[in-house]
């Protein structure tokens, strides 16, 4: 089976680097908030281009707290999308907002700038773009509809580790930029963990502070927080890691261009594409084509550990039933969900898997037209 992302491959060639990062931790005998995750913050606040960083226990807290530090919470709402995973809108959820979905680019996956200011009220108070995939989102259009509307960015950089848009990486747009650093993501650790980007110093203490039970100083709590504190053992092994990220960005982004490749003669099999000026990560290489169910099966057994992200739009999940959207609201979603399949994507990946997964899918979309 070739999964679509292998953690195994990756740790034969850096294990003995993390074994030996993860050994002085055990034996340091300081496991929260120390020098690792100090040190981390400060080496991924200079790798992305911003003031601060603060390096919390997963991505879905960074994006809840990013909007309690932004005072945004019941009877507010927040622009998002509906084709991501549901951390992005249950945090919004978590927080007592209401999140208003926007539909998606075609190309792209991601929000439709053009369609977001329909969407606007006198409750919305932030935006919040999904770069999908490793894409950068069309940061230019949506930072200006939120100057124009006095709303905050907050961006979900997840995917996204890496990206850049005119030259500039993503999580340094907006107010507030979140990373997730879940297993598989691009940079990942071995357990959960997540970070909040931010420029803003004040924003940066509010945030320090609602990580470790609201407030700054110890024993003195000013509000309702939570334990979401990075501990050192991950932070080790971030740090072990992102000294390969802009290595492992670029094979991806070789991946994506040999699959493109090998694509090219079948039409109908959509490859992704990228907005002009953008530096895209490859988080997932995703395409679309026809029949995908039935197709998705057929690379199972082939041995293709294909994923579909995502099956179903968030707006027809049970957890926003309660917001009252049908079938039908949000068309280009919809349709995406319909189609689209990502292939195996990680660094490791060869040359020959690359071949036999693309020869498969092409067999198999074919075969499957003729019998239509
Ligand atoms: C992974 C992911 C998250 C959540 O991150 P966790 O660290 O798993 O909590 C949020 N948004 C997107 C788009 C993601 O891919």
Request: glycine fraction near 6%; include cysteine.
């Amino acid at each position: 089976m070739i999964p679509i992302f292998d953690s195994k491959r990756q740790y034969a060639k850096i294990g003995s680097e993390i074994e030996k990062a993860v050994l002085e931790v055990l034996r340091s005998g300081a496991y929260i908030l120390g020098p690792n995750v100090k040190a981390l913050e400060s080496e991924l606040a200079k790798y992305i281009g911003c003031n601060y960083t603060v390096a919390l226990n997963s991505g879905t807290d960074a994006l809840h707290l990013a909007l309690r530090a932004l005072d945004i919470g019941k009877g507010d709402e927040v622009i998002t999308t509906a084709f991501t995973f549901v951390a992005t809108t249950e945090s919004i959820e978590i927080v007592g907002a209401t999140p208003v979905f926007c539909d998606i680019n075609p190309d792209t996956f991601n929000i439709d700038a053009d369609k977001i200011e329909a969407l606007i009220t006198p409750k919305t108070k932030a935006i919040m773009p999904v770069h999908l995939y490793g894409q950068p989102c069309d940061m230019d259009k949506i930072m200006d509809i939120a100057k124009r509307h006095d709303l905050y960015v907050i961006e979900d950089c997840c995917q996204a580790i890496g990206a850049e848009y005119k030259g500039k990486r993503v999580g340094t747009f907006g107010d507030i930029g979140c990373y997730s650093f879940y297993p598989t993501k691009n940079l990942g650790t071995m357990g959960d963990g997540g970070l909040i980007t931010v420029n803003s110093e004040n924003l940066k203490n509010r945030i320090v502070a609602l990580r470790n039970h609201g407030g700054a100083i110890r024993y003195h709590h000013d509000e309702i927080g939570v334990n979401s504190r990075l501990d050192e053992i991950q932070a080790a092994i971030l740090r072990v890691k992102l000294n390969y990220i802009d290595e492992w960005n670029k094979a991806r982004r070789e991946h994506a261009a040999t699959y493109n490749k090998l694509f090219s003669e079948c039409a109908d099999i959509q490859t992704p594409k990228e907005l002009d000026n953008t530096y895209c990560v490859y988080h997932q290489y995703t395409v679309k084509i026809p029949n995908r169910d039935e197709i998705f099966d057929k690379l199972h057994e082939a041995g293709i550990g294909a994923m579909l992200y995502y099956p179903i739009p968030l707006h027809m999940q049970k957890v926003h039933a309660h917001l009252g959207y049908k079938m039908g609201d949000l068309p280009i979603t919809e349709k995406n969900t319909e189609c689209v399949i990502s292939l195996p994507m990680f660094p490791e990946l060869t040359i020959e898997e690359q071949k036999m997964i693309a020869s498969t899918l092409i067999d198999c979309v074919e075969k499957s037209k003729a019998m239509a």
